[in-house]
C-alpha cells in the first residue's frame, strides 16, 4: 500500500479527474499551463452507490488483477524507483497511471466516444547531477483508445505512455515506455520478489466503516534497465522500481489532513514501507501501518507507533509553491534493530501539476554504524499545502 | 484672435445659415463612414470573438475538406505519435425553443483534451458536475448570460432541436468568462460533451476538426509532419489563423462594398464643403482682394480659408462622428443578420467603439473639409487683388473652366474606364476606378448643365417671359457658384440612382432566376439556422415515406455540404434530378447537349458561376476535389447561374458523390407531384405521413413559398445597401438644400434691385423657385445616364468581383423618378427660405448688401 | 520713386487691350503727386503696379532703389505691406471689423499692435472726426465717413508712400473737398509721399505736381 491520498479516496481520485476540465489558464505565448487544482474545490459528497466496494479480502490472481477493474470507482498503476546510469549517476522515476469510473455504468450511446472511464497520468524523472527535476501529467477519457487497461496482454495506457507486459524480463515482466518534450523513461523491468499483499490478504483496511478500504498489493523490487532522456541527455540505465496496485471504491475517513510515505529498498535485500495518515492536529491515525519483506518476498505488517515510527529531521520550503515540506527523515524499526536516516536526492521534487505534492527519491543509510543498512526509496508527501486531502 | 481670424469668424456667423448646411454635410458624411466602419468592425470583432474564442489557444487545426474527420485520427495523433495536445471537436447549430430567434451553436468537446485550449469553458464554470457532464448524454454547459435568457439554471432541462430532431439537454453547469470579449464570443454557445455531440448533431464516427497545440520550434516543426503524415487525403492541416481568415474572407467582400459605399458618403459630403466653401470665397472675392491690397500674403489667405474649413469640419466631423456611432448601433444588427443569412453564425451584437476609430472620424472629417477646401482656398489667393472685384471677370474665368473641366473629367472618367478593363478581378481596382468615375461624370456636369440649360432656356422664356430667361441666364451666368452645387448633387443623386438600379437589377434577376429553377412542386428540407444554405440529414425513412405518397410522381434529391477548395469553402452538392428538374438549369455556358448524360454518369461536375468566376474555370476543365481516396479530378461540364452562394456550388450526380465521398444521406429533396392534384391536401397528407414514421420535423413547402422566402433573404440582405441608399439620398438633399439657397441668398442684391424696379413678392417667389427648380431638375436629368452608367459598374465589375453573380441590368421607372423627384423637391424647398426673405425684406435694405 | 517704361496690357475676351505704354515718372520722398485722366485711361493699372499688386509686362518700378517689379509675388506683398497705405475709391473697409480694428489691421500685418498703436488708432479717428464712433462697424457709416476710416488706416502704419484711387469717387463735393484735405494733410504731417488717382482738377491742383496719364503713358500736366 503507498497512496493513501489517492488509495483510500477513489472518490477524490474521480472528482481529481473531473477536475481536469477545470484546467487551462496559462500565459499568451508560453506552451500551455493547466492552473493549480484545489483539491478542497474538487472535494465533495461521494456517492458510492452502484459501485464495486472493498468490504472483504478476495483472490488476487495475476495476471487478470494486473487489469482493469471498472466496477470500481478508482484504480491505479503506480511505479516509482532508483536507477543508475553509467558511472554511477542517480536517477529516480515515477510513472503514475490513474483509472476512474465517472458512473456506475458505461453511458449508453450510439457515439463511441460515451464512457465512464477516465485516465490520468504523472510522469516525473529526478537527476540530481543535472540539478533537474522533471513532472509532467496527460488526462484522457477511456475511449477511443486514447486510454485504456487490459489484463491479457496487459496493457495500460495514456495516450504514448505505456506499461506493457512482457517484454525482456519474461511473460511476468512488463516495460515501460513514456516521453514527454524533453524526458524519457523507458524500462524492461522484471517481477523481481513474488507478489506483496497488503494489508489482510490484500485487503487494505483504510477507516473504521466496512468498505472504507482497497484491494492493494504491490511488487516491491522489480529489477529495471532500459534508458532516461533527460534534457539532451540520453543516459542507459539499471536499478529497481516499486509497483503498487490498488483499486476502490470508499473514501478516506473524516479528520485526515495529508499523510507521508516511505518505501525503501535496502542493500541487504530487505524492503519495507510505512506510511501515516496525518490528522489535523499532526499525530496519526490509527490506520496508519507498515510492511516489511524479507529478500524471500515474506512480508510481516507493521503497526505504527510501535513496530515503526519516523522522526522529521528537516524542511524544506518550495521557490515554486512556497509550500513548506518535511525534508529528511529517520525511521525506526524497533524489530530489525534499524535507525535509518532518510536524504532526498535532491530537495525540489515536488510535482506542481494540476495536483500539487512532492514524491522523491531518497538515499537510506543507517544513523550510526550498525543501525541500518544502505539503500534507497521513495517518500510521498501530501496534505502541506493548506488544501487538505480529506473532508 | 487675430483680425482676420476675427474677421473670418463673424462673416461665418452672419451667415448662420450657410454655415449649418456646411457643418451638417461634414457631419452626414463623416456619420455614415463611422457608421459603416463601426459596423462593419463590431460585425468583424463579432466574427472574431465567436471564432477565435470557440477556436480557442490551438496553434494549428486538423479540418476535413468537407463533410467531417474520421474521429480515429485522434488516436492516431494522440496515442500513434504521442502528441498529447490535440482536441478533438464536434461543432453544429441548434435552436431552442426557450431562445426564439436565436442561434445557438453547440461545441461538442472532449474535456479531458480541453487543458491547453480553452481556457474560458471552465475558468468561470459555476456548479460544474463534470462527471455527470461527461457521462450523461444529455449535460449541456452554457454561459449564464444565454441561461438567464432561457430561465434556466443549472439541473434544469433545456429543450433544443437540431437537424429538426427534438433532444431535451440537461443544464450541468454555466460559463461566465471572465474577460468581456470571450464573454461575447460564447454568447448562444452550447458546451456539450463530444458523446453528446455527436449524437444530437447526427456526427456519430466524425469530427468537425481536431485542434493542436504545437510549439513554434523544431519539436514543433517535426510534430507538425508527423501530425501531417498520418493525415487522410481530404483532410488538411493549417494554422489555426489560416481557417480563420477563410471564414472572413468569405465576408471580405461585403465588407469592402460598405466601407466603399460609405466613402462615397464622404465624397458627397466633400462636395458640399468644395461647394460651401467655393462659395463663401466667391461671396468674399472683393474682401480679399482688399486684403491682399493691403497686404496679405496668398498664404496667409489659404490659411484663412482653410482655418475656417477646419473649424467647420471639425464641428461636423465631431458632431458627424456622434451622429455615426448612433447610426452604427442600427446598422450593426442589420449587417450581422446579412452575415448571418449569408455566410455563417455570429451571435455577438454589441457595437464596438474603439477610440481609434471614433477620433479617426473626426480627424476624417476634418480632413477631407480640408482636402475639399483647397481648390476654393488656392483660388481665394491666385486671384489678382484688385481685378477680383470684378465679378464679370470671375465668372469668365469659371466658364473658361467648364471645358478644361470637361477634359480633365473626360480623362478620369477614360481612366475609370481603362483600370476596369486592365484589372481582372481586382476588388480594390475595381472601386478605385469606379471613383474615378464618378469624379470624372463629376467634372463633365458643368458643361453638361450650360448644355442642358441652353437646351432649356427657350421652355423657361416661353413659360416665364423676361423672368424665365433671367432664371435660365443666372444658371450660367453665375457659373462659379451653381457649377459645384450641380456637380455635388448629380454626384450624390447619381449614386443613389446608380444603387437602385443595382438593387432592382438584383431583385429582378432573382426573382427570374428562382422562377426557373424552381420547377419542383414541392420542397421538403430541415428547418436550417442559415438562411441562405440547407444542412443536416434528413431521416432516410422520413425520404420514403415522403415519395411513396401516391400524388408524388417524381423526385429530386439533394445532398449539401461544405467543401473546402484550397482557400474557398464551397458548397458540395449532390443531386439525383427528376427529369423535369434538369430544366431548372440556366446554363451560361455548357459543353452541349449531352450535358445531363454525361452529368448523370458521373463523367462530370457543374459548377456555378461565382465558383467559376473566382477559379477561373470554364468548361471542359479539370477542378481537383479532395475525396476521402484523395484528389478526385473532375471534368466541368456545365456553368450554370446561382445566386444561393457567393462563394461558389460544385453539383455533381449522386452516384459520383456516393462513390467519391460514401454519403448516402439526403439535405433536401424536390418532389413533383401529379397534375391536377390538391396542393395543400398533399402538403398536409405528406406531413402527417412525416409524423408517423418518425420525431424528425421538416419543412415541406410549396415552391411559391420557398421562393418567397428566399426573396425575403434577399431584402433582408440588401437592407443595409437600402439604407446607405437613403442616407445618401439624405445627404443629396441636403446638397440640393444648402447649395441652392446659398446660392439664392447671394443674390439679394440682384434682387433687391428687381423688386426696388416694381418686381411683386410674388414674382420674386417666382423667379427664384425657377432658378432653383431649372437647377434641380437639371442635376435630376444629369444624374439618370450617370446613375445608370454607374449601375452598370457596380453589376458588371464591382458586383461580379465582390461576389461573381452576373445580373440582368433593370432600369425601373420608379427609381429614376424617384431621383428627379428629390431633386425638384428639395430645389423647390430650398427656394423657398430665401424667396420668403427677399420677398418680406424692403429693397432698400437687400441693396444696402452686406 | 521711380516709374521706368511701364507697360501693361490685359486680355478682353479674344482681344489685347493696352493699358499703359512705356509709363515713365518719378517722385520724390515726401512729394505728393496727383495723376489725371479720364476712366479707362489705366490710373487704376498704375496704381496696381506701383503698389506691386500687379506686375507689369515690361519696365521697372523703383521705389527707395528697389525694382519691386522684379520681387517675387511674396516680397511684393511685404513690401506693399510696410511701405503703402491705401485709400481706394470703394469697399476700403472689412466689413467684418469694427471702425478701430479696421485701422489696426495693418499694424497687425505688420507684426501686431499693442496699446501705443491702439492709442495712435485713436489719436487718428479723432484727427478725422470719428472718434466715438471706434466700435462701430462700416456699414453703419456713411460714404464720407468710411472714406475718412479709410485714410486714417492708410496712414495707420507710417507708410513711405500712400496711394490713393479716387478716393472721393462717390463723395458729394463738400465731403470729397473733407476728405481730401484730411488725406493732405496726414500725408503731409507723416511725411510719406502721395500719388493720389483722380478724374477731378480741383482736388489735383491741391497737390504739388500733377500728372497726366495719355495713351497710356505719364506726361506732365498742369491742373
Known amino acids: 500500500m503507498s497512496r493513501p491520498w489517492a488509495g483510500g479516496s477513489p472518490g477524490r481520485r474521480c472528482r481529481l479527474l473531473a477536475g481536469a476540465l477545470a484546467l487551462g489558464a496559462c500565459g499568451p505565448s508560453e506552451a500551455p499551463v493547466p492552473p493549480r487544482l484545489s483539491l478542497a474545490g474538487v472535494l465533495g459528497g461521494v456517492d458510492t452507490a452502484g459501485y464495486d466496494r472493498a468490504v472483504e479480502p478476495r483472490p488476487i490472481g495475476l495476471p487478470a488483477d494486473h487489469g482493469p477493474h471498472p466496477g470500481f470507482r478508482s484504480e491505479w498503476w503506480y511505479l516509482t524507483g532508483n536507477l543508475e546510469g553509467d558511472g554511477g549517476r542517480p536517477f529516480g522515476f515515477q510513472l503514475t497511471i490513474f483509472r476512474a469510473s465517472l458512473a456506475p455504468a458505461a453511458p449508453t450511446s450510439a457515439s463511441a466516444w460515451a464512457t465512464n472511464q477516465a485516465y490520468m497520468a504523472h510522469l516525473a524523472l529526478t537527476d540530481p547531477q543535472a540539478g533537474r527535476f522533471l513532472a509532467r501529467e496527460r488526462f484522457a477519457r477511456g475511449a477511443q483508445g486514447l486510454a485504456g487497461a487490459s489484463a491479457d496482454p496487459l496493457r495500460v495506457w495514456l495516450g504514448d505512455w505505456r506499461l506493457e507486459g512482457g517484454g525482456p524480463g519474461g511473460p511476468s515482466g512488463m516495460t515501460l515506455r513514456a516521453s514527454d518534450a524533453d524526458l524519457t523513461v523507458e524500462l524492461d523491468l522484471e517481477p523481481g520478489k513474488p507478489v506483496v499483499l497488503q494489508g489482510e490478504r490484500g485487503l487494505s483496511r483504510k477507516g473504521p466503516r466496512p468498505g472504507n478500504a482497497s484491494y492493494y498489493y504491490s511488487l516491491t523490487r522489480m529489477p529495471a534497465r532500459g534508458r532516461v532522456v533527460s534534457g539532451k541527455d540520453t543516459i542507459d540505465v539499471a536499478g529497481t522500481a516499486w509497483l503498487d496496485r490498488e483499486w476502490s471504491t470508499s473514501v478516506l475517513p473524516d479528520g485526515v489532513v495529508g499523510w507521508d510515505w516511505f518505501a525503501l529498498q535496502l542493500d541487504d535485500g530487505w524492503d519495507v514501507m510505512a506510511y501515516r495518515l496525518r490528522r489535523g492536529d499532526g499525530s496519526a491515525s490509527p490506520f496508519s501501518e507498515g510492511v516489511v519483506v524479507d529478500p524471500a518476498g515474506r512480508a510481516v505488517g507493521l503497526t505504527w507507533g510501535t513496530d515503526v515510527e519516523v522522526e522529521q529531521t528537516g524542511a524544506w520550503t518550495s521557490p515554486h509553491s512556497g509550500v513548506r515540506y518535511p525534508s529528511g527523515w529517520v525511521l525506526t524499526v524497533p524489530s530489525r534493530g534499524w535507525r535509518l536516516r532518510l536524504e532526498p536526492l535532491m530537495a525540489d521534487q515536488e510535482l506542481d501539476l494540476s495536483f500539487r505534492y512532492w514524491e522523491g527519491a531518497v538515499t537510506v543509510r543507517g544513523e550510526q554504524r550498525g543501525s541500518g543498512p544502505t539503500g534507497r526509496g521513495y517518500v510521498e508527501l501530501t496534505g502541506y499545502d493548506g488544501n487538505p486531502p480529506a473532508r | ?850 | 520713386m521711380k516709374l521706368v517704361d511701364l507697360c501693361k496690357s490685359y486680355r478682353e475676351g479674344d482681344r489685347t487691350h493696352v493699358v499703359l505704354d512705356r509709363a515713365s515718372g518719378e517722385i520724390a520722398a515726401g512729394e505728393r503727386v496727383a495723376i489725371l485722366g479720364p476712366s479707362g485711361s489705366g490710373k487704376s493699372t498704375l496704381l496696381n503696379l506701383i503698389s506691386g499688386i500687379d506686375p507689369p509686362d515690361s519696365g521697372k518700378v523703383l521705389i527707395e532703389g528697389i525694382d519691386i517689379a522684379a520681387l517675387p509675388e511674396r516680397e511684393r506683398t511685404l513690401f506693399r505691406r510696410h511701405r503703402i497705405g491705401f485709400v481706394f475709391q470703394l469697399l476700403n473697409l472689412l466689413p467684418t471689423l469694427t471702425v478701430l480694428e479696421n485701422l489696426l489691421l495693418p499694424v497687425e500685418l505688420t507684426g501686431g499692435f499693442g496699446p501705443s498703436d491702439e492709442e495712435r488708432a485713436r489719436a487718428l479717428l479723432g484727427e478725422v472726426g470719428l472718434a466715438r464712433r471706434e466700435d462701430a462697424f462700416p456699414d453703419r457709416l456713411s460714404g464720407g465717413e468710411q472714406q475718412r476710416v479709410a485714410v486714417a488706416r492708410a496712414l495707420m502704419h507710417r507708410p513711405a508712400l500712400v496711394l490713393a484711387d479716387e478716393p472721393t469717387g462717390n463723395l458729394d463735393e463738400d465731403t470729397a473737398r473733407r476728405v481730401i484735405e484730411l488725406l493732405d494733410s496726414l500725408v503731409r504731417a507723416d511725411g510719406a509721399a502721395l500719388v493720389l488717382v483722380t478724374h477731378a482738377r480741383d482736388l489735383a491742383r491741391r497737390t504739388d505736381r500733377v500728372l497726366r496719364l495719355t495713351h497710356g503713358a505719364l506726361v506732365d500736366g498742369d491742373a
Open chain 2, 1 to 850: 484672435m487675430s483680425l482676420l481670424r476675427r474677421s473670418s469668424a463673424r462673416y461665418h456667423l452672419q451667415h448662420p445659415t450657410q454655415l449649418a448646411l456646411t457643418a451638417l454635410g461634414v457631419a452626414l458624411g463623416v456619420a455614415v463612414v463611422v457608421a459603416v466602419h463601426l459596423a462593419v468592425r463590431s460585425s468583424r470583432a463579432a466574427f472574431r470573438a465567436s471564432v477565435e474564442t470557440v477556436a480557442g489557444r490551438a496553434t494549428h487545426v486538423v479540418t476535413p475538406a468537407s463533410g467531417g474527420l474520421d474521429e480515429r485520427l485522434i488516436r492516431h495523433i494522440r496515442v500513434d505519435l504521442g502528441i498529447d495536445r490535440a482536441a478533438p471537436i464536434v461543432e453544429g447549430y441548434a435552436t431552442s425553443a426557450a431562445l426564439p430567434g436565436r442561434v445557438l451553436r453547440v461545441l461538442g468537446v472532449d474535456p479531458f483534451s480541453e487543458a491547453p485550449f480553452r481556457a474560458w469553458a471552465v475558468d468561470g464554470s459555476v456548479g460544474l458536475d463534470v462527471a455527470r457532464f461527461v457521462t450523461a448524454a444529455d449535460g449541456v454547459m452554457l454561459p449564464a448570460g444565454t441561461a438567464a435568457g432561457a430561465g434556466v439554471r443549472a439541473g434544469d432541462t433545456l429543450p433544443v432541436s437540431v437537424n429538426g430532431r427534438p433532444w431535451t439537454l440537461r443544464v450541468a453547469g454555466l460559463v461566465d468568462p471572465k474577460d468581456a470579449l470571450t464573454s461575447e464570443g460564447v454568447r448562444d454557445l452550447l458546451l456539450v460533451d463530444i458523446a453528446t455531440a455527436q449524437t444530437i448533431l447526427g456526427m456519430t464516427g466524425r469530427l468537425s476538426r481536431i485542434d493542436l497545440w504545437l510549439p513554434d520550434d523544431e519539436a514543433g516543426r517535426q510534430e507538425l509532419a508527423r501530425v501531417r503524415s498520418v493525415l487522410p487525403p481530404d483532410a488538411r492541416l493549417e494554422p489555426a489563423g489560416a481557417r480563420a481568415d477563410v471564414l472572413r474572407g468569405m465576408i471580405d467582400a461585403f465588407d469592402l462594398n460598405l466601407t466603399a459605399l460609405s466613402l462615397l458618403a464622404l465624397i458627397f459630403g466633400m462636395f458640399l464643403v468644395y461647394n460651401a466653401m467655393t462659395f463663401s470665397v466667391v461671396r468674399r472675392r472683393e474682401m480679399l482682394g482688399g486684403l491682399r491690397a493691403l497686404g496679405v500674403t496668398r498664404r496667409q489667405i489659404v490659411g484663412i480659408v482653410l482655418a475656417e474649413a477646419a473649424l467647420i469640419g471639425g464641428v461636423g466631423a465631431v458632431l458627424g462622428t456622434l451622429l455615426g456611432v448612433g447610426l452604427g448601433r442600427g446598422l450593426v444588427g442589420m449587417v450581422l443578420r446579412t452575415v448571418n443569412d449569408l455566410w455563417l453564425v455570429v451571435s455577438v451584437e454589441r457595437l464596438t467603439l474603439p477610440p481609434v476609430a471614433l477620433s479617426g472620424g473626426v480627424l476624417l472629417g476634418i480632413l477631407a473639409t480640408l482636402v475639399a477646401s483647397l481648390p476654393p482656398a488656392v483660388e481665394a489667393a491666385t486671384s489678382p487683388p484688385r481685378l477680383a472685384r470684378m465679378r464679370s471677370t470671375l465668372e469668365e474665368r469659371a466658364r473658361r473652366m467648364v471645358p478644361r473641366a470637361a477634359a480633365l473629367g473626360s480623362i478620369s472618367a477614360v481612366a475609370g474606364v481603362a483600370l476596369v478593363g486592365l484589372s481582372t478581378h481586382s476588388l480594390g481596382v475595381s472601386f478605385a476606378a469606379l471613383f474615378l468615375l464618378v469624379l470624372g461624370l463629376a467634372l463633365l456636369t458643368p458643361l453638361a448643365t450650360v448644355v442642358l440649360i441652353g437646351v432649356l432656356r427657350p421652355v423657361a422664356s416661353w413659360a416665364g417671359g423676361l423672368l424665365g430667361t433671367m432664371a435660365s441666364r443666372g444658371v450660367v451666368t453665375t457659373l462659379s457658384r451653381t457649377a459645384p452645387a450641380v456637380a455635388a448633387l448629380v454626384v450624390a443623386l447619381s449614386v443613389t440612382v446608380g444603387l437602385g438600379v443595382m438593387i432592382d437589377s438584383f431583385r429582378g434577376t432573382l426573382t427570374r432566376w428562382l422562377d426557373a429553377t424552381l420547377q419542383a412542386d414541392l420542397y421538403v428540407s430541415l428547418p436550417s439556422v442559415l438562411a441562405s444554405r440547407a444542412d443536416g440529414t434528413l431521416d432516410p425513412v422520413v425520404v420514403e415515406a415522403l415519395i411513396a405518397h401516391p400524388a408524388v410522381e417524381g423526385h429530386s434529391t439533394y445532398r449539401s455540404r461544405d467543401l473546402r477548395l484550397g482557400d474557398r469553402l464551397v458548397r458540395l452538392v449532390a443531386v439525383e434530378l427528376d427529369r423535369r428538374g434538369e430544366a431548372g438549369f440556366d446554363f451560361v455556358r455548357t459543353v452541349g447537349d449531352r450535358t445531363f448524360d454525361r452529368f448523370r454518369t458521373g463523367d462530370g461536375v457543374l459548377v456555378s458561376e461565382p465558383l467559376a468566376y473566382r477559379m477561373r474555370l470554364s468548361v471542359e476543365d479539370g477542378l481537383e476535389l479532395p475525396t476521402p481516396d484523395g484528389v478526385s479530378r473532375l471534368r466541368v461540364l456545365g456553368v450554370f447561374r446561382d445566386y444561393g452562394s457567393d462563394q461558389g456550388v460544385v453539383m455533381m450526380s449522386r452516384s459520383a458523390f456516393d462513390r467519391l465521398f460514401r454519403d448516402t444521406g439526403v439535405t433536401s429533396l424536390g418532389l413533383f407531384l401529379a397534375p391536377g392534384v390538391d396542393l395543400a391536401r398533399v402538403v398536409s397528407e405528406l406531413e402527417a405521413r412525416v409524423a408517423s414514421v418518425g420525431d424528425q420535423a421538416v419543412l415541406v413547402r410549396p415552391t411559391a413559398a420557398l421562393r418567397e422566402g428566399s426573396l425575403q433573404v434577399f431584402e433582408r440582405t440588401f437592407r443595409v445597401t437600402a439604407v446607405l441608399r437613403m442616407l445618401a439620398l439624405i445627404v443629396a438633399f441636403v446638397g440640393v438644400l444648402s447649395a441652392l439657397m446659398a446660392l439664392e441668398l447671394e443674390r439679394a442684391r440682384e434682387l433687391g434691385v428687381l423688386r426696388s424696379i416694381g418686381l411683386t413678392p410674388g414674382q420674386v417667389w417666382g423667379l427664384v423657385t425657377t432658378q432653383t427648380g431649372l437647377l434641380g431638375f437639371v442635376a435630376g436629368i444629369l444624374s439618370l445616364p450617370i446613375g445608370v452608367v454607374l449601375s452598370i459598374v457596380m453589376i458588371e465589375v464591382i458586383n461580379r468581383r465582390s461576389f461573381g453573380w452576373s445580373l440582368d441590368l433593370g432600369v425601373g421607372a420608379a427609381v429614376l423618378a424617384q431621383a428627379v423627384a428629390l431633386a425638384l423637391v428639395a430645389a423647390l424647398l430650398a427656394g423657398l427660405y430665401p424667396a420668403w426673405r427677399m420677398s418680406r425684406a424692403s429693397p432698400a435694405a437687400a441693396l444696402r448688401g452686406e
